[in-house]
Nanobody, 120 residues
Framework: QVQLVESGGGLVRPGGSLTLSCAAS????????MGWYRQAPGKQRDLVAT???????NYADSVKGRFTISRDNAKNTVYLQMNSLKPEDTAVYYC??????????????WGQGTQVTVSS
């Protein structure tokens, strides 16, 4: 199977920046989409950004122009560079990948989540 390990969350002041990382490991045959969702307290999990393998990036309107998603295919890692952070960006951020393990069908895997808090 595939495991995702996230890092990079924390506390930052409004206007600040953070970079999240998410590395996939395990019995990986192929990786398709990679991306990020977030979930604020009492709210549903919402899409933040996606980056298909060889495809175009897609961002939620609320983060366009402030967040940048990228990936290093050699390292099976996806990144989320977050600039000009706002208090409303406070949430638990989850990475995901649509990947195929050897002998299995394509499946969505999730990271454990990393807390991002934007506060003065």
């Amino acid at each position: 199977q595939v495991q995702l390990v996230e890092s990079g969350g924390g506390l930052v002041r409004p206007g600040g920046s953070l970079t999240l990382s998410c590395a996939a490991s395990g019995s990986i045959f192929s990786i398709n989409d990679m991306g990020w969702y977030r979930q604020a307290p009492g709210k549903q999990r919402d899409l933040v950004a996606t980056l298909p393998s060889g495809g175009r990036t897609n961002y939620a309107d609320s983060v366009k122009g402030r967040f940048t998603i990228s990936r290093d295919n050699a390292k099976n890692t996806v990144y989320l560079q977050m600039n000009s952070l706002k208090p409303e960006d406070t949430a638990v951020y989850y990475c995901y990948t649509d990947a195929q393990s050897f002998g299995f069908e394509v499946k969505r895997y999730w990271g454990q989540g990393t807390q991002v808090t934007v506060s003065s």
